[in-house]
């Protein structure tokens, strides 16, 4: 039996249903009080690339455990009661991360339309990141 629902329809389900910010709202928000950047890419991706400036690194495949305060991988942002902007590459997985964070409970979440390269691209902030041991 194969999929009966794939990657394009579960990303346009939860587009449905989460806050998309444009790359100038986003912007407005960096540095800002009550407001928490959330680089979800895998590590190989920040390196490469680096991060939007003071984000906090939480790898897609951990979200689930990084957000939960019963998780011994729980980090403490999570709960924070900030505002979570989330941000992958494309905008593809952190789409499916805000609606995951949101199926958990946290409301103040959403994820930057075109990711981290729409963001790279119209020449916004971006820090170096070390390679991670």
Request: hydrophobic share 40%; net charge negative; charged share 25%.
């Amino acid at each position: 039996m194969g999929i009966t629902k794939g990657i394009k329809q579960l990303i346009a389900e939860a587009r449905d249903r989460i806050q998309t910010l444009t790359l100038d709202e986003a912007k407005a928000k960096l540095n800002g009080p009550n407001v928490t950047f959330i680089d979800i890419r895998e590590p190989h991706e920040l390196e490469a690339d680096g991060a939007i400036p003071g984000a906090v690194h939480a790898p897609r495949g951990m979200l689930e455990f990084l957000a939960d305060p019963a998780s011994p991988y729980h980090k403490d942002v999570f709960s924070s009661g900030n505002e979570l902007i989330l941000y992958c590459a494309s905008s593809g997985r952190s789409s499916l991360a805000a609606a995951t964070l949101q199926d958990m409970g946290l409301s103040h979440v959403a994820h930057i339309d075109g990711g981290f390269k729409a963001w790279k691209q119209a020449g916004l902030p971006i820090e170096p990141v070390a390679k991670q041991k």
